[in-house]
């Protein structure tokens, strides 16, 4: 007898047989119905449809679990919570050498090329220059970074280029980024600004670089945000700085990143978002 199959009314073996499936339970119930001969039915998939349980990534009989982060464990491919944002940006500009760099990129925007440092946790460095009059900078870079921090000399735009992202893409299609949750990409600029650029969310960034892959994908994000920074200006009067900056916060929304901009009055980074057009703090 198979589940669903109609019953029809036959001698029932007596209570207390040894048969374990007979054929027909009294009143024509079917035994499959009975967890007790499911298994009998179902000898791939012997659990009873109420005892099925899945976890929190939708595994049957998964191992997943919700942790302090979400669900993690399984098969999510999360077996720790990623590090805080916020704190790896303290942790960074606690080191000596970070900041070193940092003084002499910002020095060097007076300057007519962009500088640029590669850099480990460690303190190891390679640095580079560009050509005078050239806004880019070329650095090889061999082996997995913790960070990439340049400069913008006048001329430049006060915050990220279209031209660091396809940057922070090569480096992240091959491979070169030592750990997600740590890496920093970082630009100060002639117009007096300071920028951290980190990965909030992975799953969101990864789909991100995959995206820029294509090279109409590509160009649309690159002019919208420029042409939204220039209809800031012209249109909304807002200066330059405060049009790129929330031009720049609306073309990240959603791609698993979180901008840092520099205080200078006790030379800490504040996380920040454009919210219904305004910039607000973005806490960690």
């Known amino acids: ?31 499959c119905d009975d967890p007790d001969q499911f298994y009998l039915c179902n000898p791939e998939n012997p659990y009873p449809p109420e005892d099925e349980v899945y976890d929190c990534n939708g595994d049957l009989f998964g191992t997943a679990y919700y942790g302090p982060c979400g669900c993690m464990g399984g098969n999510t491919g999360i077996y720790e919570c990623p590090e805080d944002p916020c704190d790896e940006v303290r942790a960074l500009n606690s080191k000596a050498f970070f900041n070193t760099f940092m003084t002499n990129l910002r020095t060097n925007t007076s300057a007519n090329f962009e500088a640029a440092y590669s850099f480990k946790m460690d303190g190891s ?53 030592n750990n997600a949750d740590v890496f920093t990409l ?19 960034f990864s789909s991100f670089m995959s995206n820029l892959n294509d090279a109409t994908y590509f160009n649309n994000w690159s002019n919208s945000y420029f042409n939204n920074a ?46 219904n057009g305004v910039i607000i703090p973005d806490p960690c």
Request: a negative charge; charged letters at 20%.
């Open 1 to 31: 007898m198979e589940i669903g199959e109609e019953c029809f009314p036959v001698d029932c073996p007596p209570d207390g047989t040894d048969d374990p499936y007979p054929p027909c339970y009294p009143d024509c119930e079917d035994p």
């Open 125 to 177: 460095f390679n640095y580079a220059q560009g050509a005078n009059g050239q806004h880019f900078v070329s650095m090889g870079v061999t082996n997995p970074i913790d960070g990439y921090i340049h400069n913008h000399f006048s001329g430049g735009i006060p915050n990220f280029s279209d031209g660091d992202i396809e940057l922070l893409k090569v480096l992240y299609d091959n491979n070169k980024i």
């Open 186 to 204: 970082g630009v100060t600029t002639n117009q007096g600004t300071e920028y951290l650029l980190k990965i909030s969310n992975q799953s969101q």
């Open 230 to 275: 220039q209809n800031y200006q012209t249109i909304n009067g807002m200066s330059e700085v405060n049009a790129y900056e929330r031009s720049f916060l609306e073309s990240i929304q959603g791609n698993g990143m979180q901008l840092f901009k520099k205080d200078f009055s006790d030379g800490n980074y504040e996380p920040i978002k454009v919210s």
